[in-house]
């Protein structure tokens, strides 16, 4: 009896990890964005009806790792605390957490979109009306190592960057692009530390490709920013290629076949031999002007388990649906391959 307990507990030892439950990660789009800074927090404290329909979508999804995207980002992270709180208090703990500042309302005091005015929204580093508008956080049981921002990284520096133009010369003049980042919002890369083994995040939210102008300056850069991560993936950038595992997830804002984005981006990062796509042909927001897209991706670097959309009707009803965001949680079930 003693031999079996001992080769057992060997066993244990030897494949347990491998053994382990899934780990689900996950992406939001939450629309937790206000009209000032602060004022997220507030709605937060007082328990506001939107919020509380969007910890009601995680609780219902209980993703392990989550990105949350369109939330506010404050200096101290009091925004982000206090959803986690409610979270928590909902029965969901994520002690681990991470945000930095966004590109979005990042003042650049030049006229970045070449319409004569200075100080708009459109001439931040990405468009906000307050610094942190609409920034990214993630969420995750389990501790959190080291990050590479990439949020910083500039548009012209990306091979065959699709720089908006007049006449053949950057528009609306090559001193903007020594300054213009790429990120609308932020890129990340994250690592988790998951009881199996360490887990890459590569965490992004683009920009829409629409209201650019007359030069179609956002078009360009929603299709440089999703064609980053490719670049980065095959070792033509001056930063190292992540290490797998990994798991590329986000808001691209870009369909592979519908609306106004150049959609040969977003394919050749599904077609790329270092993804997996668990949720081919899905929808994942239903916008009532422009109908259902997909633009928020899970895209792991090895197979997945198991993977799914979770819709507002389904987590709140239908009498609470209308409370979340147009997007559906994506999620994705993971099991870490062996070192």
């Known amino acids: 009896m003693r031999s079996v307990f001992v080769t057992g507990l060997m066993l244990w030892l030897l494949v347990g990890p491998a053994l382990a439950d899934p780990l689900r990660v996950a992406t939001y789009n939450a629309a937790l964005t206000r009209r000032g800074p602060g004022l997220l927090l ?31 980002y404050d200096f101290g992270g009091a925004a982000l605390d206090a959803f986690a709180e409610s979270l928590g208090a909902a029965g969901l703990e ?26 708009t929204a459109d001439d931040a580093q990405g468009y906000g009306r307050f610094a942190g508008a609409g920034g990214m956080a993630i969420l995750s049981r389990h501790p959190l190592g080291e990050v590479r921002d990439f949020s910083g990284f500039l548009w012209r520096d990306l091979p065959g ?10 528009f609306p003049s090559a001193a903007v692009f020594e300054e213009q980042r790429l990120a609308s919002v932020a ?5 988790v530390l998951a009881p199996t083994g360490r887990l890459g995040l590569l965490a992004f ?13 956002n078009l360009r850069r929603n299709h440089d920013e999703v064609s980053f991560w490719r ?5 033509e950038l001056p930063l190292a290629p992540p290490e797998p595992p990994f798991v590329l997830l986000g808001g691209a804002n870009l369909d592979p076949e519908r609306g106004d984005g150049m959609g040969q981006a977003i394919r050749a990062l599904l077609a790329h031999p270092q993804l997996h ?29 198991g993977a799914g959309l979770l819709w507002p009707e389904d987590a709140l009803g239908p009498e609470r649906e209308a409370l979340a965001s147009a997007h559906a949680l994506v999620w994705v079930d993971l099991r870490l391959p062996a070192p």
Do not use: C
């Open 187 to 191: 890129a990340w890369e994250v690592a």
């Open 205 to 217: 939210h683009a920009g829409p490709p629409v209201f650019g102008g007359p030069h179609d300056r």
């Open 42 to 72: 507030q709605d937060i404290l007082k328990g506001e009806d939107q919020v509380q329909a969007a910890v009601a979508m995680i609780v219902a999804a209980r993703p392990d790792i989550l990105l949350l995207n369109k939330f506010d």
């Open 231 to 235: 670049a980065l993936l095959d070792g």
């Open 277 to 305: 796509d668990p949720l081919p042909g899905s929808d994942s927001v239903r916008w009532e002007r422009l109908g259902p897209m997909r633009v928020d991706y899970v895209l792991p670097s090895w197979p997945a388990e």
């Open 161 to 170: 960057a699709l720089l908006p133009q007049v006449d053949g010369a950057p």
């Open 94 to 119: 994520y002690p681990h957490r991470f945000a930095a500042r966004p590109n979005t309302g990042w003042a650049t005091g030049l006229d970045l979109d070449g319409d004569g005015r200075l100080g």
